[in-house]
Structures are given as C-alpha cells and as structure tokens.
C-alpha cells in the first residue's frame, strides 16, 4: 500500500483559502466515504479536523471543510490564521480495520 | 475526558524487540463502538498505521509489519500493547497509541507519542 498523495508544501496569506489535495484509488478514497485530515503542530499529537469526508468535529472553526470528487479528497481552509501554520495528513480507510494515510503537507501562513 | 498514555524504553538495540503499552484513562477499552490503533511516525517524515485491535483481541496488521508485530489487549488494566521484533534503525520514530471510530475509522483521540531510538 503506497501512501496518500498529498502535495509537499502549499502557502497562503492571512486572510486568504488554501485548498490540500489528497489523492489515492479506487481502493481507498474512490471506494470509501471514510475520509479524515488531522492537523499536526510541531512536536505535538495530530488533531482530527476532518472526518467523514466532510464533517468537523465540536470545536474545529467552521473555516476548515472537506470535500471529495472521485478518487481525489479535498480540505480546504478560508480565512488564513497565523496558527493554521501546520503540517496537514489526510486518511482513507482501506478495508479490514486498516487506514491509509497521506504523505503530509506542510502549510505555511 | 479520555486520555491515552503510552510507556517503554525509549531505547531500543537492533535486532531486539520493541515493547510498548498504551494505558487508556477516562473510558472503557471495551466500548463496542471504538478499537484501537498504533501509529507510528519517523523523523521528519509522515504517519504510518502499524496495527489496530478489538476488545475482543481482533487484530489488523500493516502487511509490511505483519511478520515481526503482535498486538494484545488486557480489559481487566484498560490497557493495549505493541511487541515489534527484530528491530531495525528503520523502525526508530515516534509511537502513538490512538482510539478510532469502529464505524467509519477516523482517529478521535491520539496519546502524546513516544519516541522509540533503535540504536546499539
């Protein structure tokens, strides 16, 4: 199983929308709706800030959202902050209780 | 508030092996809803699913993993395990221990991590 594609690095300024592209197969995100992104600052656990595709769990800004087209998922941020500035993973479920995850992006604001 | 704590050596000798415990305070490990994962991630570089178990003692193996790892879990302690046998520099990193949705497998809580050296 190869990971997730996920671009290295995207930037944006405060303010501005970033949009993350994850893209896997007809295996993994093209099969199944079972799409999460977590956020990871460094030196600290990830934080789930997507699930389900597009669903945002209590307490996440409502500046972050998912989507998916076919085998490609999206996350994208509006309204820059400052404290956005993170690396961002992507995750498919791909069968028997397994996950996938993405190569990760690095985001700077 | 749930909380997952993972413990062992943060050292480790090739070829040895790798034991750890994650101890899960706040809820029950046997809640039918949630099983429960390690996820490792080595230095600079991303998250990898090393293996996940049910209550019950159901598990799921990374099959790159699947020859050296063992997962158990104890419900009578709330606590899981990862044995990973004959290690090597490769498997230096960061472990976390993590609770997933039995549902649709999203992660909702992560341990802190711990970093584990393979090194002589």
Known sequence: QSALTQPRSVSGSPGQSVTISCTGTSSDVGTYNFV???QQHPGKAPKLMIYDVSTRPS???????GSKSGNTASLTISGLQ???????????????????????????? | QLQLQESGPGLVKPSETLSLTCTVSGASISSGSYYWAWIRQPPGTGL?????????????YHPSLKS???????????RFSLTLRSV??????VYY???VYLHTDYVDYWGQGTLVTVSS
């Open chain 2, 68 to 78: 050296r790892i063992t997962m158990s879990v104890d419900t009578s302690t709330n």
């Open chain 1, 82 to 109: 400052a404290e956005d500035e993170a690396d961002y993973y992507c995750c498919s479920y791909v069968g028997d209780y397994t996950v996938l995850f993405g190569g990760g992006t690095k985001l700077t604001v």
């Open chain 1, 59 to 65: 307490g996440v800004p409502d500046r972050f959202s």
């Open chain 2, 88 to 93: 090597t520099a490769a498997d230096t990193a």
């Open chain 2, 97 to 99: 221990c993590a609770r």
């Open chain 2, 48 to 60: 990898e699913w090393i293996g996940s178990i049910y209550y019950s003692g159901s598990t799921y």
């Open chain 1, 36 to 38: 999460s992104w977590y």
